[in-house]
Each structure stands twice: as structure tokens, then as C-alpha cells.
């Protein structure tokens, strides 16, 4: 039986901060360095000029021109992906929706869900397996998995005492000082495989 794991999207193989900031200084005179993650992953932290703007009109904005479907994905993904694939059993897991289902309608929600299929689909990945949750550790819990690829510190330490291991891309975004039990911290896709096969 194949080892069930969780593959979160934005962070991990979906360069979220990059495509986002890029239209935010197209469209809304901020001045960011794309190609600098940022040291924070609360956009309202970002800076640049950010802080003059109404975020959730300009994320609205954002996915309603197609933002989703055009997101860069890091380079290796769809390798990455599909050796994942071959050797494990795989949940796609994003809170994409889960973080606004509050502030946006059932249209642009669906919009999101639609761009995000389309955009596996574009890089050969797979989209059954595609789930919408905010709360990944009950999922977790619920599906019998006990390893997640991740990019948030903050599920990674909440997976941790519930006794879920977190495979941690490095990011800017969520350095520490200390090291957690049951959390890896890898820099690329082959440590994140090597990690993953120690583990499953």
C-alpha cells in the first residue's frame, strides 16, 4: 500500500508570492523585487506600498483577470509531481478557497477552483485529487495521513502535535530559530523526495 501524503500548492510548487507581487506592481505602483521572497507570510506585511492599498479589492481583482491560472510554477514541479505520484498516494490540499469563502461569492470562489484545475492540467498533473480546505490537519486525520509537503510554518508546527510530519519548503517566509519535532525543512524538490522516502 502506497504511503499517503499532502501536497499543499502555493509555496510549495506554486510560486504564489512572485505572480502576485508582479501584478501588484503593475497595477498598483508597488515597488517590489520579484524575484525576493518576502520575509513575511501576511501580505499586509509585505510593504512597498502595499500598505496603501484595499487588499481584498486587489486580490479580488487579481483572481477575477485569470491571477490563478497564471501563476509560475518553481522549477522541477512537474517532475516532482509525478515521481510523487508514482510512489505515493497524493491529496492536493490548498486553502485557496478556504481563505476568503467569507468575503467572495460562489462565482469567484468557483472561478478559483476552475483556474486552479486548469493550471494542474496545463502541467500534467492530475486534478482528481484536487481538494479545497482551510484546515488541513483534520483532513489529515480523517484521510490517514500522516506526512504534508508544506510551506507554512504555522501548519507545520500545528501538524507536529498531532503528530503529523511536515516536509517544510524553505521559504523566507517561515524561518526559525529552533528546530520542531517532526518537521523537515528541506531547500529543493530532491531533498523533499529523499526526506519523504526516509519517512514513508
Request: glycine share 4%; with cysteine; aromatic share 12%.
Amino acid at each position: 500500500m502506497k504511503a499517503k501524503i499532502l501536497l499543499d500548492l502555493d509555496g510549495v510548487i506554486a510560486n504564489f508570492c512572485y505572480s502576485f507581487r508582479d501584478f501588484l506592481n503593475k497595477n498598483y505602483n508597488c515597488n517590489f523585487n520579484i524575484d525576493v521572497e518576502p520575509a513575511s507570510y501576511d501580505i499586509g506585511d509585505w510593504g512597498c506600498g502595499i500598505e496603501n492599498i484595499n487588499i481584498d479589492e486587489v486580490v479580488s481583482a487579481w483572481i477575477k483577470q485569470g491571477g490563478f491560472s497564471q501563476i509560475p510554477s518553481y522549477p522541477g514541479t512537474e517532475d516532482f509531481v509525478q515521481s510523487l505520484m508514482s510512489n505515493y498516494d497524493v491529496s492536493i490540499v490548498t486553502a485557496r478557497v478556504g481563505d476568503w469563502d467569507q468575503k467572495f461569492s460562489k462565482n469567484v470562489q468557483n472561478k478559483i477552483k476552475q483556474d486552479t484545475s486548469d493550471w494542474l492540467q496545463k502541467r500534467n498533473i492530475p486534478a482528481d485529487r484536487l481538494f479545497f480546505i482551510h484546515d488541513k490537519i483534520p483532513f489529515c486525520q480523517e484521510n490517514e495521513i500522516s506526512i504534508i509537503i508544506e510551506d507554512k510554518l504555522e501548519t507545520a508546527i500545528k501538524a507536529s502535535k498531532e503528530k503529523v510530519h511536515t516536509i517544510l519548503m524553505n521559504r523566507e517566509y517561515n524561518q526559525s530559530k529552533s528546530e520542531r519535532l517532526r518537521v523537515y525543512r528541506v531547500y529543493d524538490f530532491n531533498e523533499a523526495l529523499v526526506q519523504l522516502s526516509k519517512l514513508s
